[in-house]
């Protein structure tokens, strides 16, 4: 009977892990090209509309534009959203820069999303995003 228990157990963490693996598979090696623009606030602190490049890769969020300031690349979460929708969050530091909050949804070939930069003053910026998948 525990022999049994063992491996109903067992299994199931062995499923819970595939299945888990498998949400961060559902972006894991996709890039990105995205049009970044900043909202009101961010407008008047003069920042400006900008092209990055973003990639999913071995369950981390990579930048470019971001990380040339400083942004390292950052674990992130993904869920399904619809049948061909995937949410994802993650949260890239700089020791320098502060944080930047991403959220968004890829759907198919098109991505879409927010990003809010809190400064180590604690202004937080936000920005919208929209992009393609590179090929």
Excluded: C, N
């Excluded at 090209?33 to 981390?60: C, H, I, N, W």
């Excluded at 400083?70 to 944080?99: L, T």
Aim: proline fraction near 2%.
């Amino acid at each position: 009977m525990k022999r049994s228990l063992a491996w109903a157990v067992g299994l199931a963490l062995v499923a819970a892990a595939a299945w888990a693996d498998s949400r961060i598979t559902a972006l894991d090696g996709t890039s990105w090209t995205l049009q970044v623009s900043p909202d009101g606030l961010a407008k008047e602190k003069g920042e400006k509309e900008y092209q990055e490049s973003l990639s999913f890769q071995a369950g981390r969020i990579e930048t470019t534009q971001a990380g040339q300031r400083g942004f390292e690349a950052a674990p992130y979460v993904v869920s399904r959203s619809g049948e061909k929708d995937w949410s994802f969050e993650a949260s890239q530091k700089s020791a320098s820069q502060g944080s930047f909050a991403w959220s968004g949804t890829a759907h198919g070939d098109d991505i879409r999303g927010k990003i809010v930069w809190t400064k180590p003053d604690r202004t937080a910026l936000t920005y919208t995003f929209h992009g393609d998948r590179k090929k």
